[in-house]
């Protein structure tokens, strides 16, 4: 059987969500191609758009790449190093810090291979970076409750 050419090649969390017959090729083709043209991260537009539920990418991503999920209902978060990453950055790439160990920031994202915003935030904070992968609807949660906390007085601080 025959497949359709693609102009792009599909790798990582995409080819995954294939093999585990997740989603289509074509319909993984096509929701990759979308989020670059609206420029959003891969994992936020399949959950953003209900292409796929948020949990069934993050176990696909865990198996993929390697790495724990963590649940993000198990953290703390008035207790997270929030001020330490400017809400610009949080936001652009989808990144929130769990907690500091000595001169390591950890942070919550949904996409592990988001290497530009790992090394954008290490750039800007000054600190070692570790994604923590948790569920693409939970993340974005826990950043607009920052955001909130943040208008009322407290949580992320934008720093120029």
């Known amino acids: 059987m025959a497949t ?12 995954r ?46 198996q993929e790449f390697g790495v724990p999920l963590l649940d993000m209902d198990a953290i703390d978060l008035t207790e ?10 949080a936001r652009k790439h989808h990144a929130l810090p769990l907690f500091k160990r000595g001169n390591r920031l950890f942070l919550a ?9 790992l090394d954008e935030i290490r750039f800007n904070t000054g600190m070692a970076t570790e994604a923590v992968l948790v569920e693409e609807d939970k993340l974005s949660s826990a950043i607009e409750h920052m955001q909130d906390a943040e208008d ?4 992320l601080e934008v720093v120029e």
């Open 80 to 89: 997270a190093p929030t001020s330490v990453v400017v809400e610009k950055l």
């Open 152 to 155: 009322a007085g407290g949580g």
């Open 4 to 15: 359709p050419q693609t102009q792009i090649k599909l790798s990582g969390l995409a080819n």
């Open 109 to 117: 994202v949904s996409d592990p291979t988001n290497h530009q915003g």
């Open 17 to 62: 969500l294939i093999t585990d017959q997740l989603l289509s090729s074509n319909d993984t083709e096509q929701a990759y191609q979308t989020a670059l043209k609206q420029r959003v991260p891969f994992v936020q537009y399949l959950v953003a758009n209900g292409v796929l539920d948020a949990r069934r990418i993050a176990l696909a991503a865990a």
